[in-house]
């Protein structure tokens, strides 16, 4: 698949474990002195990412480093409940198509980072963006691995918050795909439904975030959804250049295009499977991942 060998073993300080034996927690880490910056770092939602290489054991690893100003903005919201760390959230997650976190903690700087498998591949957006024909009888398995790396993340307990593929690396040969980027994830309880947190990539947003409402795991649902439609056709359910909040506010108030105006001979089963993720109303989507590939059962092909 083109991935990188697992980092095995981390030295220097006294790793902790936080109950989970294949990844380490660190404080006081030198960033500057401890890697290798390989390539130029790319920009996302609250932190940079890097392609590194870790001199404690010589491997090429993916390294994450937060924003200190934004990650502590976030942070805040949710300061009296206790939220786990995102390199704890994203090392509960364990799927193949789950990227794989070695080891999180904070550096000297006081910033957060994470150390994670280095993949070799291509953003799931960019390849959208260039509507790169390597997708061409690819989709539908692409599509599978998407909500089955969706659903590890539920079934771990967690609500990702920001599915939509800029968050997915697909391999080179476009047969596998893995999804990162846990920065806005938090855990699928009650206290952490409550209105008033809207984070999130607006174009990919449900309803009830853009409204301030309670929220539960089916915001990832929505946002898979979307994220399925634009897979398709190379076109978002509500067109629109803003790529602001205001876009969300759509969401509601006005019906998504059909897929099958764009794909008419698209599979129906999948089409209609889409367009229900895409519900207003968050019972009217599938109630899980797993539940959207039971919608899907069957489909051999993308066109029917």
């Known amino acids: 698949m083109g991935l990188f060998d697992n980092v095995k073993s981390l030295v220097g300080g006294k790793p902790k ?16 002195k401890r890697f290798e910056f390989v390539r130029t ?7 940079k990412f890097f392609m590194a290489r870790d001199r404690e054991t010589d491997r090429i690893v993916g390294l994450k480093i937060a924003d200190s100003d934004k990650t502590a903005l976030f942070e805040q919201r949710f300061k009296t409940l206790k939220k786990p760390p995102e390199g704890l959230i994203a090392s509960k997650v364990e799927h193949p198509n789950v990227v794989r976190t070695y080891e999180y903690g904070v550096s000297t700087l006081k910033q957060n980072y994470l150390v994670m498998e280095y993949l070799k591949g291509s953003g799931l957006h960019a390849m959208i963006y260039d509507r790169d024909s390597i997708l061409e009888g690819n989709r539908l398995s ?3 691995q998407f909500a089955e790396a969706l659903g590890a993340v539920h079934d771990a307990g967690f609500i990702h918050r920001d599915i939509c593929p800029r968050n ?11 999804l990162f980027d846990f920065g806005l994830s938090l855990p699928d309880e009650p206290s952490f439904h409550q209105p008033g947190n809207r984070t999130g990539t607006p174009l990919y947003m449900a309803p009830e975030i853009v409204r301030r409402r309670k929220t539960d795991h089916r915001v990832d649902i929505f946002a898979m959804g979307v994220s399925f439609y634009q897979l398709l056709t190379f076109e978002l359910p509500w067109p629109s250049n803003d790529a602001s909040g205001l876009a969300a506010l759509t969401h509601d108030t006005l019906e998504p295009t059909p897929i099958l105006q764009y794909k008419p001979k698209l599979h129906p089963k999948l089409a209609e499977a889409i367009m229900i993720c895409m519900s207003v109303n968050p ?8 539940k959207f590939l039971q919608m899907i059962s069957g489909v051999e092909s993308i066109n029917d």
Do not use: H, W
């Not at 989970?20 to 960033?31: A, D, E, G, L, M």
């Not at 770092?41 to 932190?47: D, K």
């Not at 690396?169 to 893995?178: G, Q, Y």
């Open 17 to 32: 474990s936080d109950g989970n034996q294949k990844t380490v927690y660190r404080k006081n880490v030198n960033i500057e």
């Open 41 to 47: 770092a790319v920009s996302g939602t609250m932190s």
């Open 142 to 144: 692409l599509i599978r």
């Open 168 to 178: 997915f690396i697909i391999t080179p040969d476009c047969t596998a795909l893995k």
């Open 283 to 290: 019972n009217d989507r599938p109630k899980s991942a797993d």
